[in-house]
């Protein structure tokens, strides 16, 4: 019974080791500012939807 407990917090350990790997180990400097090119335009809801074009 013993094994089988210390197998299970070996297995939480584990877990909350990789959530706190993925959570935590990013830049240092946070996440890059956008730069325009990738912001796409806003559009209004009054605006056709875009169809794109035949091939």
């Known amino acids: ?3 089988l407990l ?3 917090l ?3 350990a ?3 080791f990789i959530v706190w790997w993925t959570m935590f180990s ?3 400097g946070g ?3 956008a730069s ?3 912001e796409a335009p806003a559009r209004s809801a009054s ?3 875009t169809l794109p074009p035949p091939a």
């Open 36 to 38: 325009p090119e990738d």
């Open 1 to 3: 019974m013993g094994l």
């Open 6 to 8: 210390l197998e299970a």
């Open 14 to 16: 584990c877990l909350v």
């Open 47 to 49: 605006d056709p939807p």
């Open 31 to 33: 996440e890059r500012a």
């Open 26 to 28: 990013g830049r240092r």
């Open 10 to 12: 070996a297995a939480l």
